[in-house]
DNA sequence: AACTAAGTTCCATTATTTGGAAATAGGGGT
DNA sequence: ACCCCTATTTCCAAATAATGGAACTTAGTT
């Protein structure tokens, strides 16, 4: 037996689909989706008909395209309240962006990658879209690389087995080897920094969020460019960013947030 | 023909679990939902099971409860870029809100509900998530009655037969009489007020995004509480407000933004 | 009108879901 | 330890829903 992979029914099907649809990230048509599918022209139709009964999709008459629905939008509220650490570190990152004048990120590993939940950005609003809900790599990101760093062993090389190593600039890390190296000088340190590995010009410093038992809840970090700081004035962060991991912890552990298990 | 209630198969049960989940709102146990769900036992049991493989929802082993899982959360977000006005609307509402100074909210109508997609505040720092995707009611806001205001009449009775009409505060609406008789008045002058009607001391002035063929698209508002703005003060912002939403209709066209039927 | 590509429906076969009932796991309490 | 009560999980034959090849419809082209 064993259904190792993928597969509950029809479900996992449909969910298939509506996963399909959004990674393509824009309004598709049937056809080009049916080119991609792994299922049948017949069978594909109809899981996209119940996706839009449900509204987990929405169908443009005009364009014959489908894109994700609204629906989700109000699901994911929910879903972020209740299951991202973000609602209980609210006042923490609000007092520590005030502080320190910079971007701060909050994550949580989600099968392998970097899910960001909050984020706060004193100046300028400006930039991208919102990024809760934005998925990054793990490998090559300041909170990535936290985070990994005091995973035990099993869960990291699930992880591990994850990344794509992509070499984003000429500082992304890109074999397993060098990633290993980097994950023990960082739990040594207790803080990862991003030194410009996914993009150009964007460094960070970065520290783990901890359960009282130590396992990995999140990471924070806080972000900069090269044109603003060095990795040197990065580092007068460390204490605010440690205290307030500290502190995001053991709130956490208050509310009983669960240990997960990326 | 005409499937009048629900029911797409497995699929559409295991989204109504999904959604009852969501709904409570916090952590629930399998015995708690299958008091109040519709689905025998076993059925339930395996619907849950196969929400979890699929990672729509989590589970607290210790506490034996089922949430949200982070997988809607990277959804929404996808969701939210594609198929929200949010995007389109982005420059336009950050200068709105540079301008005025004061909150705005940019709101879509959503199976009767007003679904806030994006906010900004000028004065604190953005928090996302925690407002878009809530959910508000349409016939006690601001925007929820700019929105109605400008549907056509089979539209309108559709979404003001999803109202509860429940009286929130002195001031709400609570009949359809009173409501429509108001929404007249709104056609007639372009804009909306929320009179304390969902929220004692918060007040708002509102505006319908109209697309070029004149269908309801989204709504916008500028909101505020009594103890800095009269509704007269709130008046002044009429013109920017119009203008705004004017602009974002304009662009939604551009982008093939689709004209909903709600 | 004939051709083509895209989207939709049909329906006999096959595979999944169903749900009552029984088995199992967890607590307390005595 | 034992029993009892409750919550959760598993089983399995019957019932139902999903499947997908093929046929059909629609819209756009030559």
Same mark, same amino acid.
């Given at each position: 037996m064993a259904a190792e992979k993928r597969g509950d029914g029809t479900v996992g099907k449909a969910l298939d689909v509506l996963n399909e649809v959004a990674e393509i990230g824009s309004p598709v048509r049937f056809s080009s989706l049916l080119k991609t599918s792994k299922y049948p022209k017949a069978t594909l139709y109809r899981l996209l008909q119940t996706l839009l009964n449900q509204d987990m999709l929405s169908y443009n008459d005009e364009e014959q395209t489908y894109k994700l629905g609204l629906k989700l939008v109000r699901m994911a509220h929910a879903a972020w309240l209740q299951s991202s650490l973000a609602p209980i570190a609210l006042p923490f990152i609000d007092e520590l962006s005030d502080k320190v004048g910079e971007t701060v990120h909050l994550a949580q590993l989600d099968n392998g990658q970097v899910l960001y939940v909050d984020k706060r950005n004193? %100046? %300028?609003? =400006?930039?991208?879209? %919102?990024?809760? $809900?934005k998925v990054g790599p793990a490998y090559c990101t300041g909170v990535g690389k936290a985070m990994m760093a005091f995973l035990d062993e099993e869960s990291l090389s699930r992880v591990i087995s994850k990344q794509? /190593? /992509?070499?984003? #600039?000429? /500082? #992304? =890390? #890109?074999s397993e080897k060098a990633l290993r190296k980097e994950l023990t000088t960082i739990k040594k340190q207790g803080i990862a920094f991003d030194?410009?590995?996914?993009?150009?010009k964007i460094i960070c410093i970065s520290s783990p969020i901890l359960s009282a038992? $130590?396992?990995? =809840?999140g990471g924070l970090s806080i972000t900069s460019s090269i044109d603003i700081h060095s990795l040197e004035s990065l580092q007068e962060f460390k204490p605010q960013l440690l205290k307030t991991s500290e502190l995001i912890g053991k709130e956490a552990g208050a509310w009983n947030f669960p240990e997960q298990n990326n």
């Amino acid at each position: 037996m064993a259904a190792e992979k993928r597969g509950d029914g029809t479900v996992g099907k449909a969910l298939d689909v509506l996963n399909e649809v959004a990674e393509i990230g824009s309004p598709v048509r049937f056809s080009s989706l049916l080119k991609t599918s792994k299922y049948p022209k017949a069978t594909l139709y109809r899981l996209l008909q119940t996706l839009l009964n449900q509204d987990m999709l929405s169908y443009n008459d005009e364009e014959q395209t489908y894109k994700l629905g609204l629906k989700l939008v109000r699901m994911a509220h929910a879903a972020w309240l209740q299951s991202s650490l973000a609602p209980i570190a609210l006042p923490f990152i609000d007092e520590l962006s005030d502080k320190v004048g910079e971007t701060v990120h909050l994550a949580q590993l989600d099968n392998g990658q970097v899910l960001y939940v909050d984020k706060r950005n004193p %100046s %300028s609003p =400006i930039e991208m879209y %919102s990024q809760a $809900g934005k998925v990054g790599p793990a490998y090559c990101t300041g909170v990535g690389k936290a985070m990994m760093a005091f995973l035990d062993e099993e869960s990291l090389s699930r992880v591990i087995s994850k990344q794509a /190593f /992509f070499k984003y #600039t000429d /500082f #992304t =890390i #890109t074999s397993e080897k060098a990633l290993r190296k980097e994950l023990t000088t960082i739990k040594k340190q207790g803080i990862a920094f991003d030194k410009q590995e996914h993009e150009v010009k964007i460094i960070c410093i970065s520290s783990p969020i901890l359960s009282a038992k $130590g396992r990995v =809840i999140g990471g924070l970090s806080i972000t900069s460019s090269i044109d603003i700081h060095s990795l040197e004035s990065l580092q007068e962060f460390k204490p605010q960013l440690l205290k307030t991991s500290e502190l995001i912890g053991k709130e956490a552990g208050a509310w009983n947030f669960p240990e997960q298990n990326n």
